[in-house]
């Protein structure tokens, strides 16, 4: 075989690697496959997003939870924190946990009630989506989430009403810790659980990436209140400052402001 021959055939073996990579096709469609043929009756009911998002924000509450009662006799814990030197007390923990579980009872459980009655069940298509789609979607989602609640947000701290009524409770603890994610008024807990739920809709995700999207947005912003700099926190492994992350909220803002 001639040199040039040699190069083209190896380029085009290069190249159908990258798209096997890209495409996504075969990355995603055994786990797709597994998922539609083992779980599709779970997969399909409008009460699974409830479910995976509300189990996951209590299992990652959970985690962090642990570490903030091992913190203080911890220091190898503890030098993540930032602020070290106020521990996470009880008290604390049963306030939020409190005002989690009653917004749960009474805001969330009436919302997947009303879901579970109002929307047919998902449908699932045969084909996984591309991986391209699959990251692009959930960055997609990301991004108008965090544009959204940056507007309600300063829509909020502008108007002194608003913030008086509905978001100053979450704002009641300048310590950030990871039961304070969820501490909030009903009003801003419809809010954000209503746009996690319309965004995939909205720019027509795959179902697999709805999830995705669903699980890191849990995730981002339970770390985000978290009250710890991890190395592996996002916003440690986001470049230029792009991410907030949970150093925002190292210093507690003005009421109203």
């Not at 995603?28 to 779970?42: E, F, G, M, S, T």
Request: proline content about 9%.
């Amino acid at each position: 075989m001639s040199a040039g021959r040699l190069l083209r055939a190896e380029a085009l073996s290069w190249m159908s690697d990258v798209r096997n990579v890209t495409g996504g096709d075969l990355v995603l469609q055994p786990l797709w496959d597994y998922l539609h043929q083992n779980h599709h009756d779970l997969l399909r009911s409008p009460l699974f997003p409830v479910v995976l998002s509300v189990t996951t924000y209590f299992v990652l509450v959970g985690v962090y939870t642990a570490l903030d009662l091992l913190a203080p006799s911890w220091p190898c814990i503890n030098r993540y924190r930032l602020h070290p030197d106020k521990p996470v007390t009880w008290p604390n923990i049963w306030t939020t946990l409190g005002v989690t579980v009653h917004n749960h009872l009474f805001f969330i459980f009436p919302a997947a009630v009303a879901q579970w009655l109002w929307r047919p069940p998902t449908p699932l298509p045969p084909e996984a989506p591309s991986l391209w789609s699959f990251f692009l979607g959930i960055l997609g989602c990301m991004f108008v989430f965090d544009f959204q609640y940056y507007l309600w947000h300063l829509l909020h701290h502008r108007v002194p009403w608003l913030y008086r009524t509905f978001h100053a409770v979450h704002h009641q603890y300048s310590q950030p810790f990871s039961l304070v994610t969820q501490y909030l008024s009903g009003w801003e807990l419809f809010s954000v659980g209503f746009w996690a739920t319309v965004n995939p809709i909205l720019l027509r995700c795959h179902c697999l990436t709805t999830w995705g999207f669903m699980l890191f947005n849990v995730y981002v912003s339970t770390e985000d209140h978290c009250g710890y700099d991890f190395p592996w926190a996002v916003h440690n492994l986001v470049p230029f400052g792009l991410w907030g992350g949970s150093q925002a909220r190292r210093a507690p803002p003005a009421a109203g402001h």
